[in-house]
């Protein structure tokens, strides 16, 4: 199973949509087996995938409650399936923000690895397991990057982009020390065809360092329905410009993970 993580500090620049959408095309276009995880306390990937419920199990059992950490939970007793035939998720609940809490005040050195952990029991079980973070580094994300091997980083044009990527390659390269496989991969969202957003994206993509997706997702007002719908945007809309770019990231996704001899994420 190939874990990746989409993250970013900041907030509203399509770490959700571009989870879900590529979580679906992997899942439901392309017939991998896919499990979603909900690391933001938001839970709208949990929406998207009609799996939300306040009280419901999910993240927090799995974090909390797991029998390797004398609980009674097993992985597959958080895993809910979808509307979606090829696409199970472990969604978050309204105890997440706790859970950060209560992972914080514990002093056991697993709690980083917890997910990880969790996450061996099922690791034949799927090919991708696509998780969608917030924006803060709290315990629930980091226990997300302790287990992914890819990190995805949405970066929209705008003036404080530059630091937001910065900011994230160098808490990466802290997390590395303790999980030096880890990599970072930015992936341009909402590109509007305008001189700055085409210089950004020409600066990003050949001088700035960092490893970018050739493909960049085009900013498309149907996305916006897709939200307020709570659907998947490829399902929502398979035709819609962005969709297609969505798709055009899973093809580099999949060339890079599995055709490159046999690199596991
Ligand atoms: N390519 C796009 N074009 C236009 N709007 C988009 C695009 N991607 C996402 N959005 C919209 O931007 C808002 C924030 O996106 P979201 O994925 O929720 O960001 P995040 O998870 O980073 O907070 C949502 O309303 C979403 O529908
Ligand atoms: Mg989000």
Redesign the pocket.
């Known amino acids: 199973m190939k874990i990746i993580a989409v993250m ?1 500090p ?9 989870a ?1 959408s590529i979580a679906y095309i992997l899942g439901e276009e392309l017939k991998k087996r896919v499990l979603i995880i909900e690391g ?1 306390q938001q839970g ?1 990937t949990s929406d998207t995938y009609g799996c939300y419920e306040p009280e419901g199990i999910g993240m927090s059992e799995l974090l909390e409650k797991h029998v390797s950490v004398g609980g009674s939970f097993h992985t597959t007793d958080t895993i809910k399936a979808t509307r979606f035939t090829h696409i199970d998720m472990i969604p978050a609940n309204g105890y997440l923000m706790q859970t950060d809490m209560n992972l914080l005040m514990k002093s056991e050195d697993n709690q980083i690895f917890r997910l990880r952990d969790a996450l061996g029991e099922v690791t034949d079980a799927y090919d991708y397991c696509i998780c ?1 973070c917030g ?1 803060l580094f709290d315990m629930v994300v980091i226990n997300i990057l302790m287990a992914a091997g890819l990190v995805i980083v ?1 970066i929209k044009v705008g003036g404080y982009e530059v630091r937001a990527i910065m900011n994230m390659a160098e808490q990466i390269e802290e997390l590395k020390q303790i999980h030096p496989a880890l990599r970072i991969k930015a992936l341009l ?2 590109r509007q065809k305008n001189k700055t957003s085409l210089e950004f994206e020409d600066w990003l993509k050949n001088t700035s360092g960092f490893d970018v997706f050739s493909t960049t ?5 149907i ?2 329905r ?3 719908e709570a659907r998947p ?1 490829p399902e929502f809309s398979p035709k819609c410009i ?1 969709s297609k ?1 969505y798709r055009d990231v899973v093809a580099e996704l999949v060339e890079e993970l599995e055709e490159g001899e046999g690199r596991d994420v």
């Open positions: 970013s900041k907030g509203g620049i399509g770490k959700t949509t571009s879900d933001d709208d969608d924006r949405p969202t909402m997702i085009r900013r498309s007002v996305a916006e897709a939200a307020i945007l962005a770019d």
